[in-house]
């Protein structure tokens, strides 16, 4: 029996999560600098295990459990933070997990399509807005809740 080529076979399951997974989380951050200035970083839910695709790690897991993924530093809030997504959580529950580090008082941060804000005491509060946001949206499995693409790419 021949052995076999560990980089082909992880390099396959990762076309496999990307293909015929679904995305359930998506975190992007952009600190406006040149070169690795903006990533995203994703979480896959592929035959019923999830996936943490980071930009700096690539795939790792399987876990279980969303929680599971989530505990490997997806729920970091920074100055860089710009958007955080979920199709599995509301954005309450999400704004309630993540931890804020470098991300100062009055920083905004789009959580499930809504605008939160760093407080004073360092946690989230959602902005109250005098109607629906402007180009506010959410995505699910790859596509805006509307049915359009996302713009998030084509590995989500």
């Not at 076999?4 to 997974?21: F, R, S, T, V």
């Not at 040149?34 to 795939?59: C, L, N, Q």
């Not at 279980?64 to 100055?79: G, Q």
């Not at 309450?92 to 905004?108: D, F, M, N, Q």
Request: aromatic residues 8%; proline residues 4%; glycine residues 10%.
């Amino acid at each position: 029996m021949s052995d076999l080529d560990q980089d082909a076979c992880l390099e396959l399951l990762a076309e496999m999560i990307l293909e015929d997974g679904t995305c359930v989380y998506r975190l992007f951050w952009d600190s406006g600098g040149p070169g690795a200035g903006a990533e995203d970083e994703y979480i896959y839910k592929f035959r019923d295990r999830y996936w943490p695709h980071s930009s700096a790690e690539g795939f790792s897991g399987p876990f279980d459990s969303l929680e599971e993924a989530l505990a490997r530093d997806f729920l970091a809030v920074t100055d860089a933070t710009v958007s955080v997504e979920c199709t599995e959580l509301s954005a309450a529950e999400l704004a309630k997990r993540v931890r804020i580090y470098s991300a100062g008082p009055g920083h905004t941060v789009e959580v499930n399509g809504q605008t939160w804000r760093v407080s004073e005491n360092i946690t989230l509060e959602k902005v109250q807005a005098a109607g629906p946001a402007c180009g506010s949206r959410r995505f699910a499995a790859g596509r805006l809740l509307d049915g359009s693409p996302t713009s998030i790419g084509s590995r989500c």
